[in-house]
Structure formats: structure tokens, C-alpha cells
């Protein structure tokens, strides 16, 4: 799309249950928004009296959900497990995060509306989660509410998972799969958050095709501290080098490891769909028209991904030093105490045991301690694509999400990030990682975790319908 363009020229059936209480289920959003459910990678530093306040409001707002379901609390965390009349059906499970980023401080008056104010004006619903990701939150529940409230019997029962603490450790989330796990519920696929966005095709080579994506895996996270030590003092005499001088070269011999380069089977499954159509990119340069090609030339076109910045992270582990503490308050004087962070992301293949090992050997012989941060994870295998997941996401995608008269097109990829999603790969087959509540270009541009965060209307009541269609497609009718 275009700069500033609207997400809603790709809706379609919004007449789709009319009796849906838009006004009313707007303002629900707004108010799981006023709650200021930061969470912190120091879980004893966090105020956790709005979470409290945010879980009570959720039992009021949608009191058929919570009295129909078998409802725990898992540390801070909340499952919500609705029986099905077919025991034999493995459920289907809905996720989302209860906690948001912080606001950074001195910021807050610059958003038009108040960060926790959940404003709900005739266009927009404001405040920081509107986007990642308490809409999606709260549309899970306002569609499984009217599911019930219409008296819909629930052949496949349907698991609520809703995490304490995704932006940070995601203790929540690995606590609440281990409750599934302990209770023997494997769920048939799940779905968490995704990318928010319909995006041009041009990326993979295919202008004018409108995509949005079902991430089926991510990749893997670890940060790499460095620490190093000098004297200090008068920069008039630096004998024994400083300490910054140290860390630079550390950081630059790290970042300058070399990491396999290769087309995963996820990314493959992806340019397979798209090769027949690609006119531009790495595909057309290499003149590859067929879908069986993209196996048969895979390490050319990994190699040719490179140059792409999209495509860059889905064929390799990326590496980027992101902090460094400790330099000297003075221009003349020495630094002493200092350290670094470098943080990867992981392509299928590449250990976290691995890219700590690598760091070390990379620094032999400087005076510098490497140690692994806090908060890694694996990268996580991907399933086959086109399992019952999958498909059902793009069936009803299809419904709800068009351009010129042609379906947008749901094609299965790798996520960069971190997601709560991971967690649960043991348990279930198929973890999808989408979205349905869509954003325009300018919320996009501003960032997921930025100033004046709000969803529009259209767009939030848009995910509903998905999700209520979603849930009488897998649930009611399976």
C-alpha cells in the first residue's frame, strides 16, 4: 500500500452477522486498554495490581466465556478451557499477551490520547496494546461470546490462553503449556499473533499480489553479553589499551562470523507458492519460473536472498550488537568497567549452544568475558505446510480480506520475533502466528510499540468477524 493508506480497501462482508454490537464491543476494547499491564524483565519491579483489575474486567465484559469455560489462573496468566460435545476433536486454541511495552517516559504528551486512556472516538480506538496486542485479546473473547450468546454447541472445544508476560520473559506462557501438557490437552492448532499488515507481493517479486502471512515457526533469540575490564585513568596514557577499544574489537569480530546461509523448508514452502508469479526479485534474476526450481536452485537463491533486505532474515541467523554501558563521563579519561549486548536471531539449524560457542572463539585471546543473556530460545522446527490449520485460516481470510475481486492471498513464512507461540510447539502440531486485526500503512510507520498506538474501528471489528467465522468453521461445524 501506499503512504497513509487505508487497510480497509481490503475488507469485505462486513455486513457478516449484523448484529454484532459494534458500539459496544468498541468500547470493551477501549476500556481492556485503560489498564496499564506493563511488564518488565524484572517481574518484582512490576505493578500487577492492573493485571488483577484487567483479568476482573475481562469476567464482567464477557460473562458467558468465563461461565461456560473451566477458567484457571497459572501464575499471573489466564486459561479458559470450553468443553466440546466430541471429545475425540482436539480443541482449538486462541492466544493473546495481557501485557504491553512501556511507555517511554517523557513521551506521553505526545500521544494525541492519553497511552492508557483506551479513547474510542467515530474512527479510531487509542492506546498502547490497540496493536500488539490486546485487540487481539479482547476479539478472540467478544467472538466466542457471541458465539455463545447465539447458542452455538461446540462440537471442538476451544482453549483461551492469554499470557502475563510476552513482551518480556513469557514465564506465563511456558507455564500454561506445561498446565495443558500436565492436563493432556493437545490442541489441534492454535493461533497467536501475527503480522498486522497486508502486504504488496514485491518483496518475494510478485507486485500487485496482496498477501498477508501465517508465520508456522520462528526463529530462534539470544543475547550475548560481553564484559571487559581496564585501569582507567589519564587518556594522555592508555598502555594496556582501554577497555572500549577492547569491547570495539570484540563486537566487530563477532559481528563479522560468518552464518550458513539456506533456504529453510518454510522459506521454500513460501517461494513455491509465489515462483509461477514472480517478475522481479531473486527468483526472476535467476530465471526461475517453476515451483520445483525453488528446490532444485535452493542455495542460489538463498545466497541471492541476501541482497534483499525482507528476505535477508528468512535465510539466515542475523546478528546485531544493540547496547554498550559503561564509557566514560569524560572525553579524557579512560573508561573502565564495560559491557555489550549482541542479539541473534536463529535460523533453523543454528543453536543457541552454537552461537554462544562461536562468540568465544571469536574473541580468543581479547580479555573479554562472554556470557549468555537471559530470555533465549530455540528456533523452533516448522510443520509441513498446508495442514488443517493453515487451511482453515486461509479459507476464511479469503472471506473477509480481497483486492480487485481476488482473495488476498495467506502464504505460510518465518517470523523474526519472539512469540508466546513457541512455547506450546511441544503440545500442538500446528502454531499459527497471524493476525486478522489489520493496520494501516501510518500505524505501521510509526511501529508497533510507537506513539498515539490505536486501531480503527473498522479494522477491530473486521478480526472479530474472522474470529467468529473461524470458530463456527472449526469448532461448531468441524
Given at each position: 500500500?501506499?503512504?497513509?493508506?487505508?487497510?480497509?480497501?481490503?475488507?469485505?462482508?462486513?455486513?457478516?452477522?449484523?448484529?454484532l454490537?459494534?458500539?459496544?464491543?468498541?468500547?470493551?476494547?477501549?476500556?481492556?486498554l485503560s489498564?496499564?499491564?506493563?511488564?518488565s524483565?524484572d517481574?518484582e519491579?512490576?505493578?500487577?495490581?492492573?493485571?488483577?483489575?484487567?483479568?476482573?474486567?475481562?469476567?464482567?465484559?464477557?460473562?458467558?466465556?468465563?461461565a461456560?469455560?473451566?477458567?484457571?489462573?497459572?501464575?499471573?496468566?489466564?486459561?479458559?478451557?470450553?468443553?466440546?460435545?466430541?471429545?475425540?476433536?482436539?480443541?482449538?486454541m486462541?492466544?493473546?499477551?495481557?501485557?504491553?511495552?512501556?511507555?517511554?517516559?517523557?513521551?506521553?504528551?505526545?500521544?494525541?490520547?492519553?497511552?492508557?486512556?483506551?479513547?474510542?472516538?467515530?474512527?479510531?480506538?487509542?492506546g498502547?496494546?490497540?496493536?500488539?496486542m490486546?485487540?487481539?485479546v479482547?476479539?478472540i473473547?467478544?467472538?466466542?461470546?457471541?458465539?455463545l450468546?447465539?447458542?452455538?454447541?461446540?462440537?471442538?472445544?476451544?482453549?483461551?490462553?492469554f499470557?502475563?508476560?510476552?513482551?518480556?520473559?513469557?514465564?506465563?506462557?511456558?507455564?500454561l503449556?506445561?498446565?495443558l501438557?500436565?492436563?493432556?490437552?493437545?490442541?489441534?492448532?492454535?493461533v497467536?499473533?501475527?503480522?498486522?499488515?497486508?502486504?504488496?507481493?514485491?518483496?518475494?517479486?510478485?507486485?500487485?499480489?496482496?498477501?498477508?502471512?501465517?508465520?508456522?515457526?520462528?526463529?530462534?533469540?539470544?543475547?550475548?553479553?560481553?564484559?571487559?575490564?581496564?585501569?582507567?585513568?589519564h587518556?594522555?596514557?592508555?598502555?594496556?589499551?582501554?577497555?572500549?577499544?577492547?569491547l570495539?574489537?570484540?563486537?566487530a569480530?563477532?559481528?563479522?562470523?560468518?552464518?550458513?546461509?539456506?533456504?529453510?523448508?518454510?522459506?521454500?514452502?513460501?517461494?513455491?507458492?509465489l515462483?509461477?508469479?514472480?517478475?522481479e526479485?531473486?527468483?526472476?534474476?535467476?530465471?526461475?519460473?517453476?515451483?520445483?526450481?525453488?528446490?532444485?536452485?535452493?542455495g542460489?537463491?538463498?545466497?541471492?536472498?541476501?541482497?534483499?533486505?525482507e528476505?535477508?532474515?528468512?535465510v539466515?541467523?542475523?546478528?546485531?550488537?544493540?547496547?554498550?554501558?559503561g564509557?566514560?563521563?569524560?572525553?579524557?579519561?579512560?573508561?573502565?568497567d564495560?559491557?555489550a549486548?549482541?542479539?541473534?536471531?536463529?535460523?533453523?539449524?543454528?543453536?543457541?549452544?552454537?552461537?554462544?560457542?562461536?562468540?568465544?572463539?571469536a574473541?580468543?585471546?581479547?580479555?573479554?568475558?562472554v556470557?549468555?543473556?537471559?530470555?533465549?530460545s530455540?528456533a523452533?522446527?516448522?510443520?509441513t505446510?498446508?495442514?488443517?490449520?493453515?487451511?482453515?485460516?486461509?479459507?476464511?481470510?479469503?472471506?473477509?480480506?480481497?483486492?480487485?475481486?481476488?482473495?488476498v492471498?495467506?502464504?505460510?513464512?518465518?517470523?523474526?520475533?519472539?512469540?508466546?507461540?513457541?512455547?506450546?510447539a511441544?503440545?500442538?502440531?500446528?502454531?499459527?502466528?497471524?493476525?486478522?486485526?489489520?493496520?494501516d500503512?501510518?500505524?505501521?510507520?510509526?511501529?508497533?510499540?510507537?506513539?498515539?498506538e490505536?486501531?480503527?474501528?473498522?479494522?477491530?471489528?473486521?478480526?472479530?468477524r474472522?474470529?467468529?467465522?473461524?470458530?463456527?468453521?472449526?469448532a461448531?461445524?468441524?
Amino acid at each position: 500500500m501506499g503512504a497513509g493508506a487505508a487497510v480497509a480497501r481490503f475488507f469485505t462482508h462486513e455486513d457478516d452477522y449484523p448484529d454484532l454490537p459494534a458500539d459496544a464491543a468498541c468500547a470493551r476494547l477501549g476500556r481492556v486498554l485503560s489498564f496499564p499491564t506493563v511488564s518488565s524483565m524484572d517481574a518484582e519491579s512490576v505493578d500487577w495490581g492492573p493485571f488483577d483489575e484487567l483479568r476482573s474486567y475481562l469476567r464482567e465484559a464477557w460473562p458467558r466465556v468465563f461461565a461456560a469455560g473451566e477458567v484457571s489462573l497459572i501464575d499471573r496468566s489466564l486459561l479458559v478451557v470450553l468443553p466440546g460435545s466430541d471429545p475425540s476433536l482436539d480443541p482449538l486454541m486462541l492466544m493473546g499477551h495481557m501485557d504491553v511495552v512501556p511507555v517511554v517516559p517523557g513521551t506521553e504528551g505526545d500521544w494525541t490520547h492519553g497511552p492508557f486512556s483506551g479513547h474510542v472516538d467515530g474512527k479510531f480506538i487509542w492506546g498502547r496494546g490497540a496493536i500488539d496486542m490486546k485487540d487481539q485479546v479482547a476479539g478472540i473473547l467478544e467472538a466466542v461470546e457471541y458465539a455463545l450468546s447465539h447458542g452455538w454447541e461446540l462440537r471442538r472445544g476451544i482453549a483461551l490462553a492469554f499470557g502475563q508476560d510476552e513482551e518480556t520473559e513469557q514465564r506465563g506462557s511456558r507455564a500454561l503449556a506445561a498446565e495443558l501438557e500436565r492436563r493432556g490437552i493437545r490442541p489441534a492448532f492454535l493461533v497467536d499473533e501475527g503480522d498486522y499488515r497486508i502486504v504488496d507481493g514485491s518483496e518475494y517479486g510478485v507486485p500487485g499480489r496482496w498477501l498477508m502471512h501465517a508465520c508456522l515457526a520462528e526463529k530462534g533469540y539470544v543475547d550475548v553479553v560481553l564484559r571487559t575490564q581496564s585501569a582507567g585513568g589519564h587518556s594522555s596514557n592508555p598502555y594496556g589499551g582501554s577497555s572500549l577499544a577492547v569491547l570495539a574489537r570484540g563486537i566487530a569480530a563477532i559481528d563479522a562470523i560468518a552464518w550458513p546461509v539456506e533456504l529453510t523448508p518454510l522459506t521454500r514452502a513460501l517461494l513455491r507458492e509465489l515462483a509461477p508469479e514472480a517478475v522481479e526479485g531473486p527468483l526472476a534474476a535467476l530465471g526461475i519460473t517453476r515451483s520445483d526450481e525453488v528446490d532444485e536452485r535452493a542455495g542460489e537463491i538463498a545466497r541471492a536472498c541476501l541482497s534483499v533486505p525482507e528476505l535477508f532474515p528468512l535465510v539466515t541467523t542475523t546478528c546485531a550488537p544493540t547496547m554498550i554501558e559503561g564509557g566514560s563521563t569524560g572525553a579524557n579519561v579512560l573508561p573502565q568497567d564495560m559491557w555489550a549486548n549482541i542479539n541473534f536471531r536463529l535460523i533453523e539449524g543454528t543453536s543457541v549452544d552454537e552461537v554462544v560457542a562461536r562468540c568465544r572463539e571469536a574473541v580468543a585471546g581479547l580479555p573479554i568475558e562472554v556470557e549468555l543473556g537471559p530470555g533465549s530460545s530455540e528456533a523452533t522446527a516448522a510443520p509441513t505446510a498446508g495442514g488443517p490449520g493453515l487451511a482453515a485460516l486461509r479459507a476464511v481470510a479469503a472471506r473477509y480480506f480481497a483486492a480487485d475481486g481476488e482473495p488476498v492471498t495467506v502464504v505460510p513464512s518465518t517470523v523474526a520475533g519472539a512469540t508466546d507461540a513457541a512455547n506450546y510447539a511441544r503440545i500442538c502440531p500446528e502454531c499459527l502466528r497471524f493476525s486478522a486485526f489489520v493496520v494501516d500503512d501510518d500505524e505501521c510507520a510509526r511501529g508497533v510499540h510507537g506513539t498515539d498506538e490505536r486501531i480503527s474501528r473498522r479494522a477491530y471489528l473486521q478480526g472479530v468477524r474472522f474470529m467468529i467465522r473461524l470458530i463456527e468453521t472449526v469448532a461448531v461445524a468441524a
